[in-house]
């Protein structure tokens, strides 16, 4: 498996916006579906966005549509959260993923690598 490097991570005040990246190496078969998820404390690890890599589909969770928009540079083999309107919910660590089994993204789908995880802070 290879490796995946989270950035952009940070502090931010209610309604800023903030950039996430995810280095991905060393990955010697082809990425298919890459995605974002968030753990807040206390609470479950759920899905924030994913993207088909050969298609381009997007998905996004409720909560973040119109706010967050995923996005893949494949020059550089790096993934991409643009967080716009932060909100005080959206305090979490958020963990980049890649996935080489399939060939497109799948609903509720586990993926098989994980980043180390980056921390999102928004005050209010």
């Known amino acids: 498996q290879g490796q995946l490097v989270e950035s952009g991570g940070g502090s931010v005040q209610a309604g800023g916006s903030l950039r996430l990246s995810c280095a991905a190496s060393?990955?010697?078969?082809?990425?298919?579906?890459m995605g974002w998820f968030r753990q807040a404390p206390g609470k479950e690890r759920e899905a924030v966005a994913r993207?088909?890599?050969?298609?381009?589909?997007?998905y996004y969770a409720d909560s973040v549509k119109g706010r967050f928009t995923i996005s893949q540079d494949n020059t550089k083999n790096t993934l991409y959260l643009q967080m716009n309107s932060l909100e005080s919910e959206d305090t979490a660590m958020y963990y980049c993923?890649?996935?080489?089994?399939?060939?497109?993204?799948?609903?509720?789908?586990?993926?098989?690598?994980w980043g180390q995880g980056i921390l999102v802070t928004v005050s209010s």
């Open positions: 993207i088909s890599i050969a298609s381009g589909t997007t």
């Open positions: 060393g990955y010697t078969v082809r990425v298919y579906c």
């Open positions: 993923a890649a996935d080489t089994r399939y060939p497109y993204c799948l609903p509720g789908m586990q993926f098989e690598s």
